[in-house]
């Protein structure tokens, strides 16, 4: 985090001694992408903390562990993480505490890649953003891979067997 | 100030009573949420300023030219390298990463780079894969990601042929 100030400090540095105009510029461009996304993040905000309270993942994934399904497990670990948006220094500490309490590789890993490649709560900005087909062939793409990455994690850790 | 914005304001300034209002209460559920709200709206309001003023700069120093040349439709799977070596460097998840397809997208990058970004960015960003790897063995995160890289490259693809007919990306975008 503290890179990222660091080097944003350093280009808008480098930018106002090369050129002060572009700057001004660039600054005036960043407000603008800002104001086309900002408003989205009321409605994710409010959508992304009610949702976590009323599906608490680590709950859900330890409930589905149990020894009975694992390709239920999954499925619906994958259902999880497609609804939820938790940010990843939140959701990977939660998936490391959980491998540790015994929950399979496969359904963690069901849940972090569904959570990082399909985004329910995210939808309406990307719907906006570029288009309601693409927006939704995106997420239908994000879910088949999340479940070919969990089946693939699940065969390396021994846990299916082809 | 149009009617979607004057009811978007209602709706967070509810949310906030609400959560004011279960503080004040004791009502845990909407304390309980109001958490969950402070440590997103955090996590975003830290990184978003960098972001976009990183995005802002891009658009105004890196000229259409270079970008058409090495991320446009002629570029090829070089095209697709630098889309996922740029992916890497995102930080913020879609909502920054979606931005910043548009700013490409107006530079002159391909649909299909365009997801490829957008899939990478998903799939490899450093600071993301960094705390997988220490909370789940760096054996883990390589696993996945050698599953899910060619894996976007190939949706990517897909994706621009099935929308290829449409309207075009970010067409509802403000320049």
């Keep these: ?162 | 100030m149009n009617a979607q914005t004057r009811a978007r304001i209602a709706t967070g300034a509810a949310f906030g009573l609400f959560i004011a209002v279960s503080h004040a209460a004791g009502f845990n559920p909407g304390i309980s949420i109001g958490r969950n709200a402070r440590t997103f709206l955090m996590d975003m309001i830290m990184v978003l300023p960098c972001a976009f003023i990183l995005i802002g700069l891009f658009e105004s120093w890196v000229d259409r030219e270079r970008i058409e040349r090495h991320l446009g439709a002629a570029a090829g799977i070089k095209g697709h390298l630098w889309a996922i070596a740029l992916a890497s460097l995102a930080v913020g998840g879609l909502i920054v990463a979606l931005p910043v397809g548009y700013s490409l997208h107006k530079k002159g990058a391909s649909p299909a780079v365009i997801y490829t970004f957008l899939g990478a960015a998903a799939v490899c960003r450093f600071p993301m894969v960094l705390f997988e790897a220490s909370f789940l063995g760096i054996g883990f995160t390589l696993a996945r990601m050698a599953v899910a890289l060619p894996l976007v490259l190939v949706f990517s693809g897909l994706l621009a042929r099935l929308t290829a007919g449409g309207a075009g990306l970010f067409r509802d975008v403000k320049p």
């Design chain 1, 1 to 162: 985090m503290v890179a990222l100030y660091i080097i944003t400090g350093i280009c808008l540095l480098a930018s106002l001694i090369a050129d002060r105009g572009r700057t001004a510029e660039a600054l005036k461009i960043a407000w603008k992408r800002f104001s086309a996304v900002g408003p989205y993040l009321v409605d994710i905000t409010i959508l992304a903390s009610v949702l976590i309270y009323f599906l608490p993942a680590g709950d859900l994934a330890r409930r589905l562990s149990g020894k009975k399904s694992l390709a239920l497990g999954s499925a619906l670990a994958i259902a999880a993480g497609a609804i939820a948006l938790i940010p990843g220094l939140v959701a990977f500490p939660l998936c490391g505490s959980l491998v540790k309490q015994g929950v399979p590789y496969t359904i963690v890993a069901g849940f972090s890649t569904s959570l990082m490649m399909v985004g329910l709560v995210t939808f309406p900005l990307e719907r906006k953003m570029l288009g309601t087909r693409a927006a939704l062939l995106r997420n239908a793409a994000g879910l088949a891979m999340a479940v070919a990455t969990t089946i693939a994690i699940g065969i390396v850790y021994g846990e299916i067997r082809p």
